[in-house]
């Protein structure tokens, strides 16, 4: 009997590629993709199968699938490809919504389409999502972000009794601040936004400062100090991600860390009290 296939969306950096290297590592059959392949060249010298995936084109979410058809079989699909759009409600362009959505919303639904069929004809198979926090509590300044992921884990709950009849599970996984590069993405955007005459300029620098205290490079001061404690390594989600496809009867739901179950609740706090707690933040 060959290894199990598992197809992992967004492999250049962070939760991705850690979760290709753990899966390599429990000896599965890895489809590490990223949209740029020279990104995740590394991982084929290691003996991963790389792919060229842009969640956000069709013929690339069907060769990635059928990839791995002709190989076995889809086992488990882990779709962690996403960003973060940095801006207030008022900045939010509709493109920018957009764009957002359809990398963190229906790109995992493109891929998701493609793979259930098959997980079906061979009744079993696990979809991992990568959701976040921000997914269970919005927050300024990322408004269209925590959009998205509350849109990720409606689909992600419906499709989890729909197709849990046919042996297949659907997980979220919900992170809170994890040590990647992702946050220093937001630095530009943050930047152009912040201009003299923003209204929000004082929310952006917040949000500026809060990015800093969690990204790879870090930054100073209490917020730093703060974050240090809560934030954790892409390794420590890339085991949530491997225990729950390895698991024959895996949770709904995935918090990393006791910190970011602590701020997941945040969303059973009166509106008023949270709407407090931000705006002292801010």
Known sequence: MGRDNVLI????SGIGRATAERFHENDWNVYA?????TDIEDLASQGMETLELDVTVDGDVEDAVE????????????N??????????????VDDLHRQFDVNVYGPQRLMRKALPHMREQESGTIVNVSSVGGRLSQPGIGGYCASKHALEALSDAARAE??????DVVLVEPGPVKTSFEDKARERIEERKHEDSPYREL???VGEFNESISEEGG???MRNVMGKITVEPERVADCIVDAAESSSPKARYKVSVPHRMMAMGRYLPSGARDWVFQRSM
Not at 9 to 12: A, L, P, R, V, Y
Not at 33 to 37: E, V
Not at 163 to 168: D, N, P, Q
């Open 9 to 12: 969306t967004g492999c250049s």
């Open 33 to 37: 993709t990223a949209r740029d392949t």
């Open 67 to 78: 990839a791995m058809v002709d190989d076995g079989g889809v086992d488990c699909l882990v």
């Open 80 to 93: 962690n490809a996403g960003y973060g759009e940095t801006a207030v409600v008022e900045d939010l362009t």
């Open 163 to 168: 197709v849990k009849g046919f042996g297949v």
């Open 204 to 206: 952006y620098e917040s």
């Open 220 to 222: 100073d001061g209490v």
